[in-house]
């Protein structure tokens, strides 16, 4: 069965760069959502969309910004990146009237 | 605003024995959705099981089965048989009941199964 996809699945990247993290979710899966997890921490909310559109933010910074596409995948930019920034992110999608979120393999950004 | 809170930072369980995981949360919703997610060593966040507040029923997926108090705010994990590959980080995490609303994760607690 498909998964939903993330690239890159490692990235470097160091202080004041740019980054941007693309998710590609699973087949006919409308909602996409946005998740930080910080070492030896547990994952935090950043944003979601629904049917390409902004449907609920969390901590997200403002050097952040976040959008979904025509095709559904979905883009996580990240600029003037910070040491603090260093974490894994996950992207992960839902089909319509499901209640259940279907995680990616995250991508691991470090930021030196 | 909800909150999920896990006071068992790491357990240890031997094979084949059975170990039970604590999850408590806070809300003020009265539907809802519960989840536990394991994230192995990979870091890849595994669906375990899913509990809707609504039903009185424990969920239960082979050897992994929940406790599930509503008036407590409780819902506790408990896993069967306890096999190597069930060492991993377990989330507890809370979802309102509404479509495409963000999961709230506990701490966590780390497993650790010994053989």
């Known amino acids: 069965a498909a998964g939903v996809i993330q690239s890159p699945r490692h990235l470097i990247k160091e202080k004041r760069e740019t980054a941007t993290l693309k998710c590609y979710p699973i087949p006919r899966h409308d909602t996409v959502y946005w998740y930080q997890q910080g070492p030896g921490q547990d994952p935090q909310f950043l944003i979601s969309?629904?049917?390409?559109?902004?449907?609920d933010k969390g901590s997200i910074p403002d050097r952040f910004s976040a959008q979904q596409f025509s095709d559904y995948h979905s883009e996580l930019n990240m600029s003037s990146l910070e040491l603090g920034d260093s974490a894994l992110y996950f992207c992960?999608?839902?089909?319509?009237?499901?209640?259940?979120?279907?995680f990616g393999p995250g991508t691991r950004l470090t930021v030196t | 605003a909800q909150t999920v809170t896990q006071s068992q930072p790491e357990m240890s369980v031997q094979e084949a024995e059975t170990v039970t995981l604590s999850c408590t949360y806070d809300?003020?919703?009265?539907?809802?959705?519960l989840f536990w997610y394991k994230q192995p060593p990979s870091r890849q966040m595994i669906l375990v099981i899913r509990q809707e507040a609504y039903k009185q029923q424990n969920a239960t997926e082979n050897r992994f089965s929940v406790n599930f108090q509503k008036a407590a705010k409780s819902f506790s994990l408990k896993i069967s048989d306890s096999q190597l590959g069930d060492t991993a980080m377990y989330f507890c995490?809370?979802?309102?009941?509404?479509?495409?609303?963000?999961?709230?994760f506990g701490a966590g607690t780390i497993l650790r199964v010994k053989s």
């Open positions: 809300t003020s919703e009265s539907n809802y959705y």
């Open positions: 992960a999608s839902s089909p319509i009237g499901l209640a259940r979120q279907y």
């Open positions: 969309f629904y049917e390409k559109m902004q449907s």
């Open positions: 995490a809370f979802s309102r009941m509404e479509y495409g609303n963000k999961l709230v």
